[in-house]
């Protein structure tokens, strides 16, 4: 495994209070740069602009306002790279904002561009962080859940390994967190047999997707011969541990 595409969830990158967890990215940096020394190409798709928006300008006042909220990602988008950017600068790594729109995967000649542009930047040992361009999509056209932007990011860039980091260990029979016998389902190699063993439950109040979005991008990647794992991101060493096979996780075989 050389080129691996990592999304961090809201849920993982923000306190509970709306304020993104410093603590986190630190941890996420000091991993990120370990995989740099052991030659991994990385991109990251971060969600997280909207809740650094009102965190920033402290309120949510008109959630129902599409304007409103195109203008709080616009505020938190600068928030999350300025967070990115210091966390990063520790380990001497620099950073390269990569927004997208639905319409960038949909058409050849832009995906080609975009495809280069995201080869230069990580032959030149950039990271690369990917977000859908909130700020310009109203939701009728959107790519709507970093779940599925990070399987197109994935690929888009042939990657070899795509790891959504969320706030649990893995894909359960059913929502671990309204039931505590759930059980957590460690290997996925047929995705329409999950489905009808498992059951969804309440998403997250900042989370988009949930689990069906993530089980519909192992379904993407999958379909391209590329593996997904889903893990708890708020778990030290989680990335390192991965690779090494040491972690609790749910793998999507192909
Ligand atoms: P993220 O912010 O990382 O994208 P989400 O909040 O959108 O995460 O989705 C993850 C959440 O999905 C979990 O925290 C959990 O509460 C919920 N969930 C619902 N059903 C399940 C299930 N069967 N297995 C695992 N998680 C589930």
């Known amino acids: 495994i050389k080129k691996i595409v990592i ?9 509970e209070d709306g304020t993104i967890n410093k603590e ?3 941890k996420l940096t000091f991993q990120v740069s370990k995989l740099r020394e052991m030659d991994k190409q990385v991109i990251i798709v971060s969600s997280g602009a909207i809740i650094s928006g009102v965190c920033s300008i402290g309120k949510w006042s008109r959630k129902e306002d ?3 909220k195109q203008a709080l990602s616009s505020i938190g988008q600068v928030e999350l ?8 600068s520790k380990y001497d790594l620099r950073i390269g904002q990569v927004l997208l729109t639905r319409e960038d995967f949909l ?10 542009t995201l080869f230069t930047l990580v032959d030149e040992g950039i990271i690369p962080i990917v977000n859908e361009n909130d700020t310009i999509c109203v939701e009728e056209i959107k790519i709507g859940d970093n779940d599925t932007l990070s399987a197109l990011t994935t690929n ?16 359960y029979d059913k929502s671990p967190k309204e039931y505590n016998d759930a059980v957590m389902i460690e290997t996925v190699t047929n995705i329409d047999e999950l489905l009808n063993n498992i059951t969804i439950g309440k998403e997250n109040y900042f989370g988009t997707g949930g689990i069906a979005t993530k ?5 993407k990647v999958n379909k391209y011969g590329i593996p997904m794992i889903l893990a708890n991101g708020k778990k030290e060493n989680i990335l390192i541990d991965l690779l090494e096979g040491k972690a609790k996780s749910t793998l999507f075989l192909p």
């Open 7 to 15: 999304k961090i969830g809201s849920n993982t990158l923000s306190n």
């Open 24 to 26: 986190f990215l630190n």
């Open 66 to 68: 599409i304007h409103y």
């Open 81 to 88: 790279m300025n967070a990115y950017l210091n966390a990063f």
């Open 107 to 116: 058409d050849d000649y832009r995906t080609l561009n975009i495809r280069n």
């Open 156 to 171: 888009l860039f042939s990657a070899d390994l795509l790891v959504l980091l969320s706030d649990i260990d893995g894909v």
């Open 215 to 219: 089980i519909e991008a192992a379904k």
